[in-house]
């Protein structure tokens, strides 16, 4: 079994692991490797929204057609996952995480995508667009994968590790977080809205958590793909209205229950929660003590230990931990519920 921490980024804990020596996870877990060079990555989210539930309206298809052509420039994004979900508003937000595992090719693409993204031009009465980005240190993200298919910034890895130790009980996502050895990561300052014209910035907040926490049933059937539908995802869906609409009290800015698009627009079986928090701590407590991830947390343990490496639904999540410099939040013409508008908007405080 390995460490889930690679040795590169292993220092002496000033901060308490939650690993008990004798630990034995119940079923076998990854983490994405990476190259040690690799000392920093990226991952944007670009969103498009428009209201109601119908095709998308002619400003988000052009935007979303010059985000695929600026995609594909140098120094462009080396993975792309498209996403879209309703949101509490009745608008449709259309999300295109880019992930870069070098981030002098980030910087040199940010500022020419984001003139494409919330220029002038794409200010109309029909749709709002946003960029929600953040650039954090080898040291300040982790991922966790029940398989082999990898996702989101591990696509981008060397390779995933063997079985890690530090998963299966609370507090293994900070165990395995390298900043965490040395850091509490307390959060700083509430996030704030800076103004320019019609487009909001938001001041990042220090130690501001995300996570994207996926799952795919694409392989799953018979009783397996009923036992996902049918009693997992219901209480999912529960804890992700939950985060959505009572999150803020609990630390949670904002949540968003995603289903991943294939390339030709259509659903996937494949969806993940993707938030942002107060704090990895608030994170934690709520998947340690709200009844809906305490259910789906049994549920699952019970399943993968039950099944091991024959399970076909997949789990993998990435959280990150970001400092205040690793954070760019705009918004251009969105609603005040939108992302971290949701807590920086006056209106809403
Ligand atoms: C069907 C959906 C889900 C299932 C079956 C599930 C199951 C699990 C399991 C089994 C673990 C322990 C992993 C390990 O350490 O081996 C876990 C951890 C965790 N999950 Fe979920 N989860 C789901 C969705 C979510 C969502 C949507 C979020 C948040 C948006 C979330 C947040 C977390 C967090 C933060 C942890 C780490 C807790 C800690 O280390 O203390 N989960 N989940």
């Given at each position: 079994m390995e460490s889930a921490i690679p040795r590169y980024l292993a220092s002496a804990r000033t901060q308490p692991a939650k690993l008990k020596p004798?630990?034995?996870?119940?079923?076998?877990?990854?983490?994405?490797?990476?190259?040690?060079?690799?000392?920093?990555?990226?991952?944007?989210?670009?969103?498009?929204?428009?209201?109601?539930?119908?095709?998308?309206?002619?400003?988000?298809?052009a935007a979303l057609a010059d985000l695929a052509a600026t995609c594909a420039l140098p120094d462009g994004p080396r993975h792309t996952d498209r996403a879209s979900y309703i949101d509490e508003n009745g608008y449709t937000t259309v999300v295109t995480i880019a992930y870069w595992?070098?981030?002098?090719?980030?910087?040199?693409?940010?500022?020419?995508?984001?003139?494409?993204?919330?220029?002038?031009?794409?200010?109309?009465?029909?749709?709002?667009?946003?960029?929600?980005a953040v650039r954090p240190s080898a040291t300040r993200f982790e991922t966790l994968f029940s398989n082999d298919r990898r996702?989101?910034?591990?696509?981008?890895?060397?390779?995933?590790?063997?079985?890690?130790?530090?998963?299966?009980?609370?507090?293994?996502?900070?165990?395995?977080?390298?900043?965490?050895?040395?850091?509490?990561?307390?959060?700083?300052?509430?996030?704030?809205?800076?103004?320019?014209?019609?487009?909001?910035?938001?001041?990042?907040?220090?130690?501001?958590?995300?996570?994207?926490?996926?799952?795919?049933?694409?392989?799953?059937?018979?009783?397996?793909?009923?036992?996902?539908?049918?009693?997992?995802?219901?209480?999912?869906?529960?804890?992700?209205?939950?985060?959505?609409?009572?999150?803020?009290?609990?630390?949670?800015?904002?949540n968003r229950y995603m289903r991943v698009l294939g390339d030709d627009g259509k659903p996937l079986d494949k969806s993940f929660g993707m938030s942002w928090w107060r704090s990895m701590t608030a994170l934690d407590d709520w998947a340690r003590d709200h009844p809906t991830h305490k259910n789906i947390f049994g549920e699952a343990t019970r399943y993968l230990s039950a099944l091991g490496p024959a399970a076909r639904l997949r789990l993998y999540h990435e959280v990150t931990v970001a400092a205040a410099e690793e954070q760019h939040f705009e918004y251009l013409g969105c609603h005040p519920g939108t992302g971290l508008l949701k807590v920086a908007m006056p209106e809403n405080s």
């Open positions: 004798s630990w034995q996870p119940p079923y076998p877990s990854y983490v994405a490797r990476f190259q040690p060079q690799v000392s920093r990555v990226a991952m944007a989210y670009f969103g498009a929204q428009y209201p109601g539930e119908g095709r998308p309206p002619a400003p988000v298809r595992d070098d981030t002098t090719h980030y910087d040199n693409w940010f500022t020419n995508a984001r003139e494409m993204w919330l220029g002038d031009q794409r200010a109309t009465s029909d749709a709002g667009f946003f960029i929600e996702e989101g910034i591990a696509v981008l890895a060397d390779g995933l590790s063997g079985e890690v130790r530090e998963h299966g009980y609370w507090g293994g996502s900070r165990d395995r977080l390298p900043q965490a050895q040395t850091d509490p990561l307390a959060p700083g300052e509430p996030p704030a809205l800076t103004t320019d014209g019609v487009r909001h910035r938001v001041r990042a907040q220090h130690n501001l958590c995300l996570i994207r926490s996926g799952q795919d049933w694409t392989d799953t059937d018979g009783d397996e793909r009923n036992r996902y539908l049918d009693d997992v995802e219901p209480v999912l869906h529960a804890g992700m209205e939950f985060l959505r609409d009572e999150g803020r009290a609990i630390g949670c800015y904002n």
